[in-house]
């Protein structure tokens, strides 16, 4: 079969050929129906220090997939021939201490199929059945790609109550755009965004966004408190890592509001911690990941039932050239460090 | 000023002339807008077993209501003159356990205003300011005015997640309409609703349901766990108060589900607690009245966003003659006993 | 090796010589140290109407137990030869709903070595190594053998916040019992306990119950009442099954109280559900089993420390025959049905 | 009647005659039996920066203490005329966002007894009612005096589950101390503390701590992954507000753990966002006073059941010296900016 794979611990990828993965009893083979460039992906490419560290070639890439399952191994009951599936390709250890009290998507023994082994830029690819996650045939096969990423915008936005609450996202990059069309459909009244690229800020207000800022131009956090009666917003979704952003949506909180922060700083974030959360009295929430498997039954439900329309997501899914894919620079950059 | 009175322990209500409510230094003086006739106030009109056992009259009924504040006392201040407001006309006595750990909706020592003491069926009704609640003028009101059974539907569906969850409406009297409307806006992927009458079923679809069931004419369980692949809802919203229907309803709700029940039988229910709560590790929720201001708030914020569209219910208030209120029997049931 | 099994659908057990269990590659051996005698394999050894429709002899009993791991699979990691280990017997299939939303305890495929399949009362038992619990070499083996009933007691009592709280035990058969010093070693303020027999209240006061009661010869609720101030307890742990333990229960509880029910009623509960907990606005819980793994990770946290002290359990011991077991016949109607 | 008042913009107080406080309707009167310097105390008479800002000369001081109501106003149902009582001195507005949503202690408009009006260092102190906390007459005077810093002990504790779990306490002055009593009644099973301190240290150990370690002689973090089996602790107690002390407590901290930050940085923490909180799908809480009042019950029940043992902290009491007062100089900088 066909392979996209780093071959060698240098700058780029290549297309082989490669033997179908052999499968245990536990395994599932899918063959794939269509897959999502990462920013993950594209730093592997590029080759930079957080690649050289992590990545062991050869290995196939790619993490963000649906499609048809091939061949089931003998001990797998829940799986079938012919089912429609994506995957949670965070495989973790079972017996870690957090695995032990349900959170294994913080397992202490993690491994990533498409980072630590062979992954889904392939023809087929080999899965734990435990890792399967079947896909209603209503939903289509672009949003199956990207149920990676969605996953890690509705953990954030579903890891606590949102339902008649403001929300702000920090950030409009893909996730970002994302948690807006979820935060809408989950009963969110108001949700505000903030983001410099004015593209992105047209995509937020089409994603669903009731106020869209630019804090480059525009004092955003005096404005979200005028909007809500000087008092703040009651949930901040940060998606963008930057220092400032993180700041700003903190200064936006509500005494009493939770933060969940999900986009990947680069270095340490100087925080008010005085005035932003502790006399504040605000909750602070890392995500990471999806809940296993949690998110996905939530993300699935919200998806077969129609409720999220993530179609000016796929607006520029013609372009071919991988520099210039989708997700952007920002993303890439939070993309690689979270995996 | 003119008001709607029980005068004496007897049946039947009149209308007549009152002098204007005088107002304590934390009171407010409200103008009464709009007000709803729940079903609570049919029975004493009715003057039933209940109502004989506790209004004691003379009382102005009332306690569904929007209007504009007329004044204020000396010591108000987070209300103004000239507001348009709602009223939580549950008035809780701030000292008892229950008040002491945020639990002031169930507080030891409640009394109802329209019940207790002299409502809205008024010109002018009297309100102590910490239970006046402010409305945003963007809210129509005839919204306003129903705002008390409104708010047992937010109270009810948001009493747990409903975020990508399937859920079970019980009984389609106006609560459980507003239910349908209120799970839909909040994120539930599929909403199943069961109700005998046809005309309730009909508008059950109209609020948002997703399956409507009629289950004196089909097995609406076995229809239940059918659609949910064997598995039942994750929440059931019991809004009846019928026996059968509360045993239904825990048949269709999964192993690990939430039952959230408002409705108020009028007998003791027997219940298969094994197969039905224990075995099914089963979390069951008494709901009563509103959370004080919990509630409120997220059910203002949902209205001011225009998150939830009640114009159904408001179809058929033409009909000008009590006996044939929009509310019906059942609600009045529920209602009765409920307060 | 030899082994107490079922070998015919009829009354009785017998020591067999048995092959050693074969292990599959994610298995662990174990060889047993020590053993309890649950109610249910009292029922099964009985042959009752329950044990006909499930056992399926030949069968080896005993689903209680710790020993020391004799041998490992080739997929096992987290166990090794030597470790001092007991186990979950419940064994959760993985791909359920339950299983994927973090509810494996109440699984839908769920079966129990020692019931369906070959258990711990012979020299070696066979136990997928996801369902080993390590134990710290300082939990005695007395304590090891008993940690699936006292797995429940820590289910119960943590399955809402104890500390600070007033708790009523109904019912001090050893689950019971075990939850009285589990309430105690987390904070409740006060622990109330009602049982008829003279014995076990006894027990109840040995183990840290602050007010025991005998409701067959005293106004339990009225007691429990008066000491709380007319309020109630924060917390029922109903350990009973017991019809009028239940409702007894209900009315000590205050409004806004928990309910934890963990005792088997053999029929239908009538429930004054209006007024004991839809007016109080009580939270109902039904518990079963233990959280996997979570209650397992609090119980040896616990243990390990020093927390519980269980002694006064242990005092019956001695008396070797079958019938007369430490269990007591209504912890046996208790297990028979809980498993 | 005397007491003691900052007369003049400057540093010291006087002990002056006052008159009696007049009370309104919904106040009440209470006569001192004992009060507590709090490090707020000490800055006010030092008259520093904050001070200057904030203090509004003449003001009595004194914000912790018990005492017995005198009288009580008109309107006033909940307290009488010779009730043992304390008071929490934050007095919420009742009418912004966090009051209406259950969080009135992070209130917009919050007021302080002793602060911003006349408080406890005198013969009488008036009250509004329903900040009033009556007491058991079986809890001691000097512990109804010390309640508003055992108040933020027993709120951070139980900001989140601590049964069966493991803590960490950053830094122990006496919150620190309380802390530590407070975890172990409520079920943590290992408690380690650090502290600088030898003094404290010794009654770090008095208080119950398990592993107490000086983090300026030892690697604390590495040696308590070490205990942990590199996992980590559950739960991080953050008494210190030392920006070094916060940084090695997010190290210590499992992933998934609960961060609860009580003490007071001066400065902006910078803080490794990405591994100690993102990744880590760690918990931050911010904690600022006492949940009113839910805390209050809470502490109230576990010392009227006699669960905290806080002698150790009475050791010194007896030092007269306002100087060198059992608080020390890091409790003073917390206590001056929590309030």
């Known amino acids: 079969m066909k392979a996209l794979r780093k071959m060698q611990a240098a700058r780029g990828l290549s297309l082989e050929s490669a033997g179908t993965p052999a499968i245990g009893a536990s395994d599932v083979l899918v063959r794939v129906s269509a897959a999502s460039i990462c920013g993950t992906d594209l730093h592997i490419y590029g080759w930079d220090r957080w690649s050289q560290g992590r990545i062991k070639p050869p ?17 797998v009951e829940a799986v079938k021939t012919g089912d429609f599936v994506s995957a949670e390709m965070h495989v973790n250890c079972g017996h870690c201490h957090q695995c032990r009290v349900g959170e294994a998507h913080i397992c202490q023994n993690l491994k990533i199929i498409g980072i630590d082994q062979d992954g889904a830029f392939a023809e087929l690819v080999k899965i734990p059945a435990a890792n399967i996650v079947k896909l209603d045939p209503a939903i289509p096969e672009r949003y199956g790609a990207i149920l990676d990423p969605l996953g890690n915008a509705v953990h954030t936005v579903l890891a606590g109550p949102i339902a008649g609450r403001t929300a702000l996202v920090t950030g409009c990059g893909p996730i970002g755009l994302m948690s807006i069309a979820v935060a809408k459909a989950c009963g969110s009244s108001t949700v505000f965004a903030t983001e410099t690229n004015a593209h992105r800020r047209a995509m937020a207000k089409q994603m669903g966004a009731d106020v869209v800022l630019n804090p480059a131009a525009e004092d955003a956090v005096a404005k979200i408190l005028g909007e809500t009666g000087g008092t703040g917003v009651d949930v901040l979704l940060e998606m963008s890592g930057n220092p400032t952003a993180i700041q700003q949506g903190f200064k936006a909180l509500r005494a009493g509001g939770r933060a969940s922060l999900l986009g990947i700083p680069t270095e340490n974030v100087p925080l008010d911690l005085v005035n932003d959360v502790i006399f504040k009295g605000a909750t602070v929430q890392g995500i990471y990941g999806r809940r296993m498997y949690e998110t996905w039954v939530q993300m699935t439900a919200l998806l077969k039932a129609g409720r999220l329309n993530l179609e000016p997501l796929f607006g520029e899914r013609v372009n071919p050239r991988l520099e210039e894919n989708q997700y952007g620079d920002e993303a890439c950059l939070n993309k690689e460090r979270r995996r």
Chains 1, 2, 3, 4 share one sequence.
């Open 59 to 75: 290995v196939t890439l790619g993490h963000e997939f649906c499609g048809v399952v091939e061949k089931i191994g003998d001990e």
